[in-house]
């Protein structure tokens, strides 16, 4: 059974910065391109970041390019995304997503296995 757990959420103030981790199971991990998604309240899930299979190639939303930071441990099994100089509109609850394919894709659909969700809060 595949499982993707994301933590590290919380609430902070803008400018602060947050940490968060997707452990994965159940799956050969080092085959599957992961990304983060978000979704605020009343809108659509979107595309934040992703990292290749070998972690040598990362890809991001260009509102937080400069800000978030993906990387990832095959031997660990875990993605993180580093989350800096956040703001108020960062505020969305954050999904890790896997996908067994190399290509890099920015489209909900086009993932195969997502975690639960973690909630971030910036507050102005």
């Known amino acids: 059974q595949v499982q993707l757990v994301e933590s590290g959420g919380g609430s902070v103030q803008a400018g602060g910065s947050l940490r968060l981790s997707c452990a994965a199971s159940?799956?050969?991990?080092?085959?599957?391109?992961v990304a983060w998604f978000r979704q605020a309240p009343g809108k659509e899930r979107e595309f934040v970041a992703t990292?290749?299979?070998?972690?040598?190639?990362?890809r991001s939303l260009d509102s937080v390019k400069g800000r978030f930071t993906i990387s990832r441990d095959n031997a660990k099994n875990t993605v993180w995304l580093q989350m800096n100089s956040l703001k108020p509109e960062d505020t969305a609850v954050y999904y890790c997503?896997?996908?067994?394919?190399?290509?890099?894709?920015?489209?909900?659909?086009?993932?195969?296995?997502w975690g639960q969700g973690t909630q971030v809060t910036v507050s102005s």
């Open positions: 997503a896997a996908r067994g394919d190399w290509r890099t894709s920015v489209y909900v659909t086009e993932y195969d296995y």
């Open positions: 159940g799956l050969t991990f080092s085959s599957y391109l």
């Open positions: 990292i290749s299979r070998g972690g040598t190639t990362t």
